[in-house]
C-alpha cells in the first residue's frame, strides 16, 4: 500500500459508547456533544453496516477470494482489500446477512487460493514471495499486477484478516477446522525476518528487479501491525529491539487542544486499530505518556474535527459535522484559482491535519470519520448523518458512502475522475475496498466489540504485543 510515503441500537454499543466518551486514561476533554446517539444515527449505522458489507461480498471473486482495489472502475485485486473482505465474512454472518456455512466456505476458498498461489523470486507470474504478497494482484489470474513492490503492510493488512477468521471459525466442521489450519500455514510461512534491510526495522516493500526499497518502516503509522505480526511469528520473528527503535521514531505533539502522537492521514489511526484492542494496554511509550493508543486515536479523530470548525483554509462546506481527511480519491491533480488564490488540488492522496503537517485541498473522506466511530461515537455518528442527508445520493449510493466529496471543487471539466454536479461540488463515482474495510469493522466494533474480542485470543497478536512490551488491562488476563 504504502500510502505514507513520499448505530446501532444493540446491548454491547452502550458500555463502548461510554469507554469513548470517559476515555482511556488521563485524556483531553471530550467534545461538548450529545453522548447520546439519535434514531437517525442508528438506522443510519445499520444502513451503512449492510451496504458496505455487500460491497465486500458482491465484488469479490468467489472462486478465489481477491477483491477488487475499487469499484465500479475496471480494477486490479489489492490484497489489504481482501484482509477486509475476510473481516467482514464473519461480520455478514453474525449479523445474518449470510449464514455462518457460506461465510466459511468463502473464507476458505480465499485461504486455499492465497496458500496455493504462486510464490518465487522471478519478476512475472508470481502472486508473492517469501510468504509476502503483491500490493495488486491482476484480476482473476492474480500474479502480480504490472511493476509493483511486494508489500509488506499490505501483506500484514491481508493476514490480519486471516487471522480474525481463524479465530472466529472455531467449529468443529470440516470447513471450520480447515479455516484454522490454513490461516495458520499462511501467517507461518511469512518471512518477517528477510524483510529486513536494516535490522530491526522492517522495509516497506521490494522488487525483484531493485531489491528492498531505500524506506524502513518509522514513525507512527498504519505499519504498527506490521511490527505486532512480525514480533508474533513462531517462524520467522524480527528481534523484541524492533519495537522500541519503532517508537523512537515517533513525534510528539499538540494539535487543536489535543495532545497525542502525530500522523496526519486518519487512516493510519485506524488500520491496526481495527483488530487490536489498544484500549488500558500500553508499551513504555505510551505508558511514559499517561495515554494508550486507543486514546491516541480519540485524540487525533478530535483534532481534526476542530481542525475542520476552524477551517483556516476557508474551504466550503466544512463545520462540526463535516470533516475528515484521510487517504482517498480527489478530484484532479490540477492547480486552479479558489476563492482569489491558487490552490492546488490532488487525485489520489494522503490528505491529513496534524501538528505534523497539512495537506488538505477540500476533499473529505467518509471514512476518515466512520473508522474513528468506536473512538468518538459522539462525534462520528453526527458527521455520518450530516454527510448523508445533506448530499444525498450524490455521497451516498449502492454500497454506502463513496469514498470522498470536495463541496469547494465546482470547476466543470475539470475533474479527471468522478464528477462535478453543479452548485454541490465534486463527488467520487468510485468505492475503494480499503476505505471499505474500516467503515464495516468499525460500526462492528462499536456494536458488539465483534472484532477484537476474537483478536484477543489470538495467540500470535498475544505474543506480539507482548513482545513489544504492552502490559495492562485485558493483555495480563490473556493465556
Not at 511469512?190 to 516497506?204: D, E, K, S
Not at 487517504?327 to 484559482?337: E, I, N, R
Amino acid at each position: 500500500m504504502l500510502r505514507t510515503a513520499t448505530g446501532v441500537a444493540r446491548t454491547g454499543a452502550a458500555p463502548f459508547l461510554l469507554m469513548a466518551i470517559l476515555g482511556s486514561c488521563n485524556e483531553s476533554p471530550a467534545p461538548s456533544l450529545d453522548p447520546v446517539p439519535s434514531p437517525r444515527a442508528l438506522a443510519l449505522a445499520d444502513t451503512l453496516e449492510r451496504r458496505t458489507f455487500d460491497f465486500f461480498w458482491e465484488r469479490t471473486d468467489p472462486g478465489t477470494g481477491l477483491t477488487p482495489d475499487r469499484w465500479p472502475s475496471p480494477s486490479f485485486s489489492s490484497i489489504a482489500a481482501v484482509g477486509f473482505a475476510l473481516t467482514a465474512y464473519p461480520i455478514g454472518a453474525e449479523q445474518g446477512y449470510i449464514t455462518r456455512p457460506d461465510a466459511a466456505n468463502r473464507t476458505l476458498s480465499t485461504l486455499r487460493w492465497f496458500w496455493q498461489a504462486p510464490q518465487g523470486p522471478d519478476p512475472a507470474g508470481m502472486a508473492g514471495y517469501q510468504g509476502f504478497f503483491y500490493h495488486f494482484l491482476d484480476m482473476p489470474g492474480g500474479t502480480r499486477f504490472r511493476d509493483v513492490e511486494l508489500s509488506t503492510v499490505d501483506t500484514g493488512l491481508l493476514l490480519m484478516g486471516v487471522l480474525f477468521c481463524q479465530q472466529y471459525f472455531d467449529g468443529a466442521d470440516a470447513a471450520e477446522a480447515a479455516i484454522r489450519a490454513t490461516a495458520d500455514s499462511l501467517y507461518r510461512r511469512t518471512n518477517w525476518a528477510w524483510a529486513q534491510r536494516t535490522p530491526p526495522l522492517v522495509n516497506m516493500g521490494w522488487k525483484p528487479e531493485t531489491g528492498w526499497q531505500p524506506l524502513d518502516w518509522m514513525g507512527y503509522n498504519e505499519a504498527m501491525l506490521v511490527y505486532l505480526l512480525a514480533l508474533g511469528s513462531p517462524t520467522h520473528p524480527v528481534d523484541s529491539t524492533a519495537w522500541q527503535r519503532w517508537t523512537e521514531t515517533y513525534q510528539w505533539g499538540r494539535y487543536h487542544g489535543q495532545d497525542h502522537i502525530g500522523f496526519a492521514p486518519l487512516f493510519g489511526h485506524h488500520y491496526t486499530h481495527v483488530w487490536v484492542d489498544f484500549r488500558r494496554i500500553q508499551d513504555d511509550y505510551t505508558r511514559a505518556r499517561g495515554i494508550d493508543y486507543f486514546e491516541n486515536s480519540r485524540r487525533a479523530t478530535l483534532a481534526q474535527r476542530e481542525y475542520a470548525i476552524a477551517n483556516p483554509a476557508g474551504w466550503a462546506g466544512y463545520d462540526a459535522d463535516v470533516w475528515g481527511l484521510s487517504a482517498s480519491d480527489g478530484p484532479a491533480d490540477v492547480t486552479l484559482s479558489y476563492r482569489g488564490t491558487s490552490r492546488r488540488f490532488f487525485s489520489y492522496a494522503a490528505r491529513g491535519a496534524s501538528f505534523t503537517e497539512v495537506r488538505d485541498d477540500g476533499t473529505v473522506a467518509p471514512t476518515a470519520a466512520a473508522g474513528s466511530l468506536a473512538f468518538a461515537p459522539e462525534a462520528v455518528l453526527p458527521a455520518l448523518v450530516a454527510m448523508r442527508e445533506r448530499y444525498g445520493e450524490n455521497l451516498f449510493g449502492q454500497y454506502g458512502f463513496l469514498d470522498a466529496f470536495n463541496p469547494s471543487f465546482q470547476f466543470a471539466g475539470a475533474a479527471t475522475q468522478g464528477r462535478v454536479v453543479p452548485g454541490v461540488g465534486w463527488f467520487d463515482t468510485d468505492y475503494l475496498g480499503i476505505d471499505q474495510g474500516p467503515i464495516l469493522a468499525m460500526i462492528a466494533n462499536y456494536r458488539s466489540d465483534l472484532v477484537w474480542k476474537y483478536m484477543r485470543r489470538s495467540p500470535y497478536i498475544v505474543r506480539g504485543l507482548r513482545r513489544a512490551g504492552f502490559r495492562g488491562g485485558w493483555l495480563d488476563q490473556a493465556p
